[in-house]
Every structure is written in structure tokens, then in C-alpha cells.
């Protein structure tokens, strides 16, 4: 099967693409793994409880809760007690933390810049990553309310 006239040979190699994007990515900060870099990247974008942040990165809850174990031994994250669920916690950022993810990002944005120098359309491309991250959230709001949907 095709996907909009583009040929399977193409898909696997873009798909082949992502995933040595994603090891450039890795390799750019020696400080922070990029599973960790995500779940860091999703508490300052706003999900801060554990069990979102496992749906928001499609990962299981014992994965998630092992990240933010060794992300708040470290100083970078910290769990503050939700006041009507004695279960729950909220993650936030710390100082360091925030530091490090800016510090992180900055280093990953200069890999990507290098990256679109060199392609013919540096502009298209972060147009078409930005269009990527979009899919991707469309299509997780999409499964979330599928199984809120199936829970009823």
C-alpha cells in the first residue's frame, strides 16, 4: 500500500530516517539520555502527573515512574502532593532542571540546524517536523478519546 503516491521503498527510508534523527538527537547532550529528555520536555509543556506524561509519550506507567525516580535523585524534578488524591503526585521542574532542558535543547536545536544545512529546503523540512509533532498529538488525542470512550 501507498501513502499519498509515495512509494514503500521511500516510506522505509524516512522511516529508517527517524530513527538516525532520533540517535543524532541522543548523541547531542552527554548529560541527558532523550528518554529522559522527553519526559523532561513533557513536564514543562504542561503534564505533570506520572500517569499522563506515560500516555503523552506512549510508554508504560513502571517506565515513566523509573524516569522520574532517576530525574528527581538527580535534582531535576520534583513530585509535590496533589491536595484531593493522597495517591497522586504533580512533577514539576526544578531550577537545575529547567537549566539542564534549556541547555539540552539548545545543544539538540544546533544538531538540527546542521542537520537542515544540509537539505535543499531547511524551511520545508522544520515545516514538515512541525506537521509530524502535530500528527502525532492529533493522533494521541484521537486514542485517549477512543479509550475514554470505551471505558463508559
Do not use: F, N
Request: aromatic share 2%; hydrophobic share 45%; glycine share 6%.
Amino acid at each position: 500500500m501507498e501513502s499519498k503516491g509515495v512509494a514503500a521503498a521511500d516510506r522505509v527510508r524516512a522511516v529508517r530516517a527517524l530513527a538516525r534523527a532520533s540517535s543524532v538527537l541522543e548523541r547531542a547532550s552527554s548529560e541527558l539520555s532523550l528518554a529522559h529528555y522527553r519526559v523532561l520536555a513533557a513536564i514543562s509543556s504542561g503534564s505533570a502527573r506520572a500517569s499522563r506524561i506515560a500516555d503523552r509519550l506512549a510508554v508504560g506507567k513502571p517506565t515513566i515512574s523509573a524516569a522520574v525516580d532517576s530525574l528527581e535523585r538527580r535534582g531535576l524534578l520534583e513530585r509535590l502532593a496533589v491536595a484531593d488524591d493522597q495517591r497522586a503526585s504533580t512533577l514539576r521542574l526544578t531550577p537545575e532542571g529547567e537549566r539542564l532542558l534549556r541547555q539540552v535543547e539548545v545543544e539538540m536545536t544546533a544538531r538540527l540546524d546542521d542537520l537542515c544545512g544540509r537539505v535543499p529546503d531547511s524551511g520545508r523540512l522544520l515545516e514538515s517536523l512541525v506537521w509530524l509533532g502535530e500528527a502525532i498529538d492529533a493522533r494521541m488525542a484521537e486514542r485517549h478519546a477512543a479509550c475514554r470512550d470505551a471505558g463508559r
